[in-house]
């Protein structure tokens, strides 16, 4: 069982930055593909990103733009999510997920909720125009 637990959301004006960090209990972290999804008030849970257990693999969201950044510390056991420029769609609860069945999978396989077997309890970005 991993517990993820993520913190460095808040109130944040349009045009800011925030860092998003993810820490995780289990000792094995590194062997966990980690990505950030979030949920938006009235939609449905998106992806985000993802880094791979050695953070060679990486992909983003169509929307990220260069906008957003991840990165992972396997020795900190930590996964964290830079994002800059925000914008008031970018209003959400942000979610940390594992994903513990070492595939390697192309962008449908990491974009999918369903490839993530643990999940955080999420930190709320708030972005006001």
């Known amino acids: 069982q991993v517990h993820l637990v993520e913190s460095g959301g808040g109130l944040v004006q349009a045009g800011g930055s925030l860092r998003l960090s993810c820490a995780a209990s289990e000792r094995t972290f590194s062997r966990y593909t980690m990505a950030w999804l979030r949920q938006a008030p009235g939609k449905e849970r998106e992806f985000v990103a993802v880094?791979?257990?050695?953070?060679?693999?990486?992909y983003f969201a169509d929307f990220v733009k260069g906008r957003f950044t991840i990165s992972r510390d396997n020795a900190k056991s930590t996964v964290s999510l830079q994002i800059t420029s925000l914008k008031p769609e970018d209003t959400a609860v942000y979610y940390c997920a594992a994903d513990s069945s070492r595939t390697i999978g192309g962008s449908s396989y990491y974009t999918a909720l369903g490839s993530y077997d643990y999940w955080g309890q999420g930190t709320q970005v708030t972005v006001s125009s």
């Open positions: 880094i791979g257990w050695n953070g060679g693999t990486k």
